[in-house]
């Protein structure tokens, strides 16, 4: 019986180290956040005006207002279109990222305020370059029956 006793004591033991060692793990790992918060986007907006002309072929691109830092809106095949908030996710405080059309990304060009990543506009703003940890912040875009891009991101509840 005393044996019994003494199992069931070292079990407990066990048991509450194991779970005391689990939860200074969980409590000692950080988890990163993307740097660029969370703001609400939603409009859409017609591809004939003549403003947005340069989104009605494939490669081309605007940038519009809206988003964390303003929003770089790629064609990618007339049916598929990217939209990124241009912020950088290494520092959220940097100018606005613009868009190199020979590399195909977004980088800074103000080497002042230079946070030297790349971000790839094909790959999904995929970080290619620099300190950044996370991609691009990326909105959905659908393209309406009527013509229109409507550029959102619904998923955060909005």
């Not at 200074?24 to 986007?41: A, G, H, M, Q």
């Not at 195909?104 to 370059?129: M, R, W, Y």
Request: aromatic fraction near 16%.
């Amino acid at each position: 019986m005393r044996k019994q006793i003494y199992k069931k004591n070292a079990m407990k033991t066990k048991l509450f180290f194991v779970v005391l060692i689990f939860t200074i793990f969980s409590l000692s790992c950080e988890t990163e956040e993307n740097p660029v918060p969370d703001v609400r986007v939603d409009f859409e907006f017609s591809l004939n005006n003549a403003q947005y002309s340069n989104l009605q072929n494939p490669g081309g691109w605007v940038y519009l207002t809206g988003g964390y830092n303003g929003i770089f809106v790629y064609n990618v095949d007339c049916d598929t279109y990217y939209a990124y908030d241009r912020s950088c996710t290494a520092n959220n405080k940097h100018t606005c990222l613009v868009y190199d059309e020979k590399e195909h990304c977004l980088l800074h060009t103000d080497t002042c305020e230079n946070c030297s990543s790349k971000f790839s506009v094909p790959l999904k703003g995929a970080v290619i370059q620099g300190p950044a940890k996370f991609p691009l912040r990326q909105y959905e875009v659908y393209k309406t029956q009527n013509g229109r891009l409507r550029i959102t991101n619904n998923y955060f509840g909005y």
